[in-house]
């Protein structure tokens, strides 16, 4: 899922191509992607777009008359700017939003169609969308404190709650808490004051970092490979491959549709999680360090 610095080079360079520009129109594809009626669609065509802002992981577009169009990628979904009139994509194309100089594509790859929009009227509606999650990059480390201690959850799942945090998802995650050199399943709870100010400064940190490194990959142009899994990460998408400052093999937890990605000797003072499904198969001959991995007893 395209998370802060994905939605925030988005919301730049979307300002970039289209803030003061007529939106001629918007072609349905996939009538589904629309999850409102009233206002209609209609409503925000031939309006000229007044800018962009960001809510969590949303992308808000803001029209005259307090309109406004909230766009929800999800895991899948992207926006991609081409030329004025290119051919929606029947397989995975969603929509597309056609200007006097360029077309932008919302397209969303897979079966499970996640993506939304919404046209809705007013600060009022607009705030309906919003998760509450605190923005850390403006945030003092005491709001931060008082935060991530609100609920005893593991470190990871308070992270990744948008609740709680906002733009956080399971890729910087993993980056933020390896960064931080913190177990992801700590509780929240139980974290020092040493380790909440890393943990602070890891995620202003990271997410600053990323969203200019996206910054200089993009240049003038427009995001197009927007992706969960990017060069240079420490441990996100990296099991099996050594951690880049120690060089331990990373490990990961499965559960669900998702994987959390770490450093045994960086982050859990050499102690492997448990894999809940993979623990319980394998039972005794589940390693419990990275002396019993190096050893081989890992199959």
């Known amino acids: ?11 730049e360079r979307l300002e970039a191509h289209a803030a003061g520009k007529i939106l001629e129109g918007v072609r349905l594809v996939s009538p589904f992607v ?7 669609i209609q409503s925000i065509m031939k309006q000229k777009v007044l800018g962009f802002r960001r809510i969590g992981k949303r992308i808000v577009w803001e029209f005259p008359d307090d309109l406004f169009l909230v766009m929800h990628l999800m895991i899948a979904g992207r926006l991609r ?4 009139g290119v051919k929606v994509p029947r ?10 100089d360029g077309s932008l594509l919302f397209t969303e790859a897979g ?3 996640r993506a939304s929009m919404h046209v ?3 600060e009022a509606a607009l705030a309906a ?22 609920r005893n959850h593991t470190v990871k799942r308070a992270l990744t709650d948008p609740r709680l945090f906002s733009g956080i998802g399971n890729a910087y995650s993993d980056e933020i808490l390896h960064r931080a050199r913190l177990t992801p399943l700590k509780w929240t709870t139980r974290l020092t004051g040493d380790e909440i100010a890393r943990l602070y400064d890891a995620i202003r940190e990271t997410l600053l970092a ?38 331990t093999k990373v490990q990961r937890i499965k559960y669900a549709s998702n994987e959390c990605n770490y450093c045994p000797r960086c982050q859990t003072g050499g102690k492997l999680l448990a894999d809940r499904s993979l623990s319980r198969l394998l039972k005794g001959d589940w390693p419990k360090t990275i002396e019993e991995l190096e050893e081989g007893r890992f199959p």
């Open 210 to 247: 990323w969203a200019e490194d996206l910054r200089r990959e993009v240049g003038d142009g427009f995001p197009d490979k927007v992706t969960a899994f990017r060069k240079g990460m420490a441990v996100h998408g990296r099991y099996g491959e050594p951690c880049p400052v120690c060089e």
């Open 81 to 84: 700017w081409k030329a004025k």
């Open 34 to 40: 629309l999850r409102t009626a009233e206002p209609p």
């Open 120 to 122: 809705v009227r007013g």
């Open 129 to 150: 969308h919003d998760p509450g999650g605190l923005e850390v990059l403006d945030a003092s480390r005491d709001a931060f404190r008082e935060r991530l201690t609100l």
């Open 91 to 100: 397989r995975y194309g969603l929509a597309a939003f056609d200007f006097e």
């Open 111 to 113: 079966s499970k169609k």
């Open 1 to 11: 899922m395209p998370e802060y610095p994905d939605i925030v080079v988005y919301v």
